[in-house]
């Protein structure tokens, strides 16, 4: 957990009041962050894995229709050749609905989660940063100390101002960048939903429009249904049991 | 010992006595059982099954009956003609028996069931078919049903015996027997083939249910015999396939045998490719809810946004409800059906196996009567081809016979699964279209483009790409590099600067001054809305900038904080000014309008601004400040739209139902424009005919006009409303949305006119508010008659006398400026749109405007 810099910021003894406070800050965005880090990961995983399901849905009914038409009963049963046809060119239609919809999703979905949690590492970056300069501040404070309980010589107070210098600088660095962290974090956590806003939209709109375009395919070829009578379910099993029946009485069926 | 001629007139007695039983215990039978085909259907027994054609059976013994007695009694010997008789009803014979035999072979199992000796007893048929048996024992001497419904069986093999007794009793010379002889041969060879067809059930039972049986007990049962058969069997098989022997070919069987398998094969890899398509439809439709369930995750605290709620709810609707649907009626409808015709195709397997193995077993016998030169085994090597062969040609007719049958019913049973099954997709892929119609309403997707795949990812660029620019402007700690889009070709050096990791020349002033913003903002943003400049107090300076950057009419006030519901939406606090760039979204819809708050453009509700008036200076009373700033008159000035419409509809000016403000002629800018507008000039300018707004009359919407996408609401629900009703109405529904969804297209196209990069191009346009098309049409075809009316002096009376009870200063040209004390004439006690607290009045010069009512005082005769 070298990005976690508590653990050593825990360690630390000079701490001042503020910057416990500070500490504590970074300390609970960090946990939020973390937080936002799973869910980010977990929404792009699922995203992907919807991108797999629709290109699935896509092979097996194109494998449907290919397996139908491939076989010789399409061939000699004009019946079944007209449906099976018209079936064949609505799974086409379908599959590039599908297909377009699972581009829109790769781009509008899939890739702008990719980015932001590369941006999830950029800020890990930025409190590493932090951590690092919380590092040097100590040394600095370490040194400090260490050369104000030495001697006075001129060596020393030499010494001792070149490192107050550096500490001020460091903690005016180190300021700044605890001011940033509790900025940006907070607001890069919150941001995601903003962030997310445009996926969400579109992700709704091409699912919308994926099955509308469906619909629309469908009704192209709807003559595939060829008589929507006689589907009523009573009627449906009652011819196809019928037909069960007639092929249970041929001899060469074994009725057990 | 009888003399021929009297045993001959015995065996016709006995013929035709037998005959005469026979015909009465088959009528007994029909009497009783087929007389009342209602009581034994409530009884569940099958009539028509159980009795086949017994009707016509009796109808051909009757028939018999009555030419053996016409042709024999009365008669001399010599005339009686026995043979003829047969030789006529032979046909029929034929006809009825070889069904009934058919028929009767089949019987076994349902009388089974019937006798409550197989598990699916029916005690109902088991009663009634026992009364009528004790019915039946009463009128004759019959033993069960079973023996009564075998007696025509029986009867037609006992035939031929009869015959050949008449024909032995027959004198040579006899007119007779010729025709007894043929009559013979034919019921013989009836019987033949009756009995032919039992011989070949018998085979097909017996091979269809062989080798079933699991392989230890086949191994058991393996012995020298069946080794001998099978090495033959495959012997003969592989010198037959190398050409090395005469194989028997039957070009027919093979066709049909492989229509069988093309038939079985298809229907196998239907069944399996649709469980496969199912299955993936389901992971389709579980991934979409878990997708959604990730998504509100995400959303955390802000899942209760609308729009994850409603997605939630469609796709859960989609897996509990559409998606079970369709599994429920793929399952009903579909897969058992399938399961079963498929578990019907393992008989005729089997048996189509053994045709082979047989034809094989006759081709080797075949070969062995060729080759066996030993006389004393030629003899029983015969006997063994014929067995051979018989057995083999059972086997093909009954296969050539029923399979292509089966065939037939196996093709129409897979094309109504078809049916069936393309029916469930389309209710599902209906349902789940419907479902997600109502989606597209949302306010976050009503503005996107809709359309093709490339308009939404395009719509999405743009606002993904605004989105993460100010993100980038936000968190310092964000490098450009992560998302290399964000960087607009409009403020691109902006961003040019900062690409440098740490970016820190540009950052330290801006993050000195956001500093001071930092523990508060943060602490509101938190589970608020972040976008855009949240939160920011509105400083002096900038709305300072707004005053002289935007003309009175096109500065607003926000009436309440608004919260940016969507991407480009600003932030605003109460009372925020802002500058407004264009009255309109950039899809058209007049609810949302583009405005300059002095730091930032975006987009707010029009509902959420009221139009601006600057009262500052005012040393108004405290009670009445408020007052005033929020009851601005709406004056003609600032809804210039509405005005030309009410006045080219009354076609008079006279309609009109307040005096017009003067020209002011200080202040000819845009107000100029308006003011024709409402008042046309006899001779307009040239350059109005080219105004800007001529550019913008494609953008107006008229007001009153509803949003145009509550077009698809109202569909919308009818739809729902038809397609739940039935199976067929999904067709309905279908067309509905087509319909709008063909008269929707268009209402996005505009998508691409929309370029929020460049927002400040609008400016201009935008202060001239925006004409509908309709009404510039209008004004343009008015007379010139009303042209421009003098301000009308109002008559001052006591009563409408008021005077100033406080100093007001005119802030536009519609209102009027009041010193202390000064007399006014009130000719409308509110302004155009009902406000009570403007007053519109004339001073004593016949200037008009409006005031506010509470700075006038009633003037009081003393």
Known sequence: ?256 | MLSVREQRGCVIMELLQTERDYRMNLEVCADIFLKNPEEAKNNGVDLKRLFGNLEDIIDVSALLIRKLEESTQMKKYEHQMVGKCFLDVLDQMKDAYSLYCKNHDQLQPLWNRYDGKVRLTQPDAKQYLARGLDVMRERTNCFDIPSVLIKPVQRILKYPLLLNELHKCTEDGHEDKPDLILAIDRITGMATRINEFKRRQDLVEKYRSESSQKLTSRLSKLNLHTVMKKGSRLGHRISSTLGLSPATKDDEFNRVVQKFHTVEKTIKIFAKDKQAFVKSVEDFSTQGLAVVEAVAEYYDKRNRQQEVEQLRTTHRVIVTQYWREFDTSVNRDVTPVLDKLLAKFAGPNKLIAKRFDKMADFDSMSKKVECNKDQTRQRQLQDQQQLAKHVYEALNTQLLEEVPRLCDLSLQILQDCIQAFLLARKQLIGRIARHHLSLLELPLVASFANGSAEDITETFQIKYNLITEQLLDDISILPAHVFPNACPSGSGSHHSSQTDLRRQSTRNSRRSLQLNHINLSVAKTVGVNTNMNRNVQQSGSQRQYLQSRYQSHQLFTATERYEACDLLDIYLNAGDLVGVLKRQDPMGSPHRWYVDTGSAQGFVLANALRPYHDDSWVTAPPDTTTAVTNSRPQTIYEKPEKRPLTYCENQAPVAYPYPTPTVNPTNPSSLVQHQYKVHPTPEPPVQYRHDPIEHHRYEEVPEDSPPRYSRLDVSGDTTTGAANSSLLSFDESIDEKQGLKSGGQPLYGNVDEFDPYAPVAHVEKSQTPTVETTTYHRYEEVPEAPAIRAPVAPQITDENLYFAAYPFRANDTNQLTLEFGQPVALIKDRDLNGNSQWWFVADKAGRTGYVPANYLQKYHKK
């Open chain 1, 1 to 256: 957990m070298s990005w976690n810099p508590l653990k050593k910021l825990s360690k630390s003894q000079s701490m001042v009041g503020s910057q416990v406070m500070n500490n504590e800050n970074i300390e609970s965005n960090v946990s939020a962050l973390n937080q936002a880090e799973v869910t980010t990961k977990k929404l792009y995983k699922e995203t992907k894995r919807l991108n797999d399901c629709i290109l699935a849905v896509n092979r097996f009914e194109s494998k449907m229709t290919t397996d139908l038409s491939n076989s010789v009963l399409c061939q000699e049963d004009q019946h079944l050749r007209s449906v099976v046809e018209e079936w064949h060119t609505f799974t086409i239609e379908s599959i590039k609905n599908g297909e377009e919809f699972a581009t829109t999703i790769h781009k509008t979905a899939i890739e702008p989660l990719k980015r932001w949690k590369m941006a999830f590492n950029e800020i890990r970056n930025g409190i590493k940063r932090y951590e690092q300069i919380k590092c040097d501040l100590n040394k600095y404070n370490h040194k400090k100390q260490k050369y104000s309980e030495k001697e006075k010589t001129s060596h020393n107070i030499l010494k001792l101002k070149n490192v107050e210098e550096e500490l001020k600088n460091t903690q005016q660095e180190y300021n700044i960048e605890t001011q940033v962290l509790n900025r940006d974090i907070p607001l890069f956590i919150e941001s995601r939903i903003d962030y997310f806003q445009p996926s969400l939209a579109a992700l709704i709109r091409s699912e919308a429009q994926y099955w509308g375009s469906n619909v629309t395919s469908f009704n192209e070829h709807n003559s595939m249904i060829t008589d929507k009578k006689d589907f009523a379910t009573n009627e449906y099993c009652r011819r196809q049991s019928q037909r069960l029946d007639q092929i249970n009485r041929l001899s060469i069926v074994s009725n057990d």
